[in-house]
């Protein structure tokens, strides 16, 4: 059993930065890989970036690529995303999840097993 809690959310202006943590309960963390999806008002939730169990191997979404960087600390048992550049488009609520290592990567939320309970992101023109 893995409980994920997302923080870091918050208002900031266009092209300003923000770092999400999503802090993991259970010792089992290190053995699932990480994603980040976010929803939008009135949209589908949608993948944005993904990290391995170990780190090493990282995606993302073709629209946060070059902005937005996704890491983990198993040590700390708490994963991040880093976003620079935020754009308006960037606004919604953020969730982290975490998947079976054999599903690394994967923009099918279907295949995460655990969800944060979201941190809303809200970006400014």
């Known amino acids: 059993q893995v409980q994920l809690v997302e923080s870091g959310g918050g208002l900031v202006q266009a092209g300003g930065s923000l770092r999400l943590s999503c802090a993991a309960s259970?010792?089992?963390?290190?053995?699932?890989?990480t994603g980040w999806f976010r929803q939008a008002p009135g949209k589908e939730r949608e993948f944005v970036a993904g990290?391995?169990?170990?780190?090493?191997?990282?995606y993302y979404e073709d629209s946060v690529k070059g902005r937005f960087k996704v890491s983990r600390d198993n040590a700390k048992n708490t994963a991040y995303l880093q976003m620079n550049s935020l754009k308006p488009e960037d606004t919604a609520v953020y969730y982290c999840?975490?998947?079976?290592?054999?599903?690394?990567?994967?923009?099918?939320?279907?295949?995460?097993?655990?969800w944060g309970q979201g941190t809303q992101v809200t970006v400014s023109s």
């Open positions: 999840a975490a998947a079976p290592s054999a599903y690394s990567g994967s923009s099918n939320f279907g295949d995460y097993a655990y």
């Open positions: 259970g010792r089992t963390f290190n053995r699932y890989a």
């Open positions: 990290v391995s169990w170990s780190g090493g191997n990282t």
